[in-house]
């Protein structure tokens, strides 16, 4: 069975540090391509990163690139997200995908997790 599912998000205070990690599952293969987005409310879903097979292929939006670290782990089918330096505007739920790189730099990905939220607030 076919799961994408996110964990590790929370209340963190401004400055401080999470880890999110992506579980998956797919099928008789690993995933092309791993990626995240997030959404804050009352906005559209944003595009943060995604990272390829071999890890020699990743892309970071504009706000994650300076703080944001991606990777992946393929004997564990998991990807994960580094966030570091957090701030208040951080604050969505946070989504992992997986699937084909393009679709899934596009925002048209296989799969989408659920989503795991993500607070920063003193």
């Known amino acids: 069975q076919v799961r994408v599912e996110e964990s590790g998000g929370g209340l963190v205070q401004p400055g401080g540090s999470l880890r999110l990690s992506c579980a998956s599952t797919?099928?008789?293969?690993?995933?092309?391509?791993m990626g995240w987005f997030r959404q804050a409310a009352g906005k559209e879903r944003e595009f943060l990163a995604v990272?390829?097979?071999?890890?020699?292929?990743?892309e970071y939006s504009d706000s994650a690139k300076s703080r944001f670290i991606v990777s992946r782990d393929n004997a564990k089918n998991q990807a994960y997200l580094e966030m570091n330096d957090l701030k208040p505007e951080d604050t969505a739920v946070y989504y992992c995908?997986?699937?084909?790189?393009?679709?899934?730099?596009?925002?048209?990905?296989?799969?989408w997790g659920q989503g795991t939220q993500v607070t920063v607030s003193s």
């Open positions: 995908s997986a699937g084909y790189y393009d679709g899934v730099r596009a925002g048209t990905p296989d799969y």
């Open positions: 797919s099928p008789t293969f690993q995933w092309d391509a």
């Open positions: 990272i390829n097979w071999k890890s020699d292929l990743i």
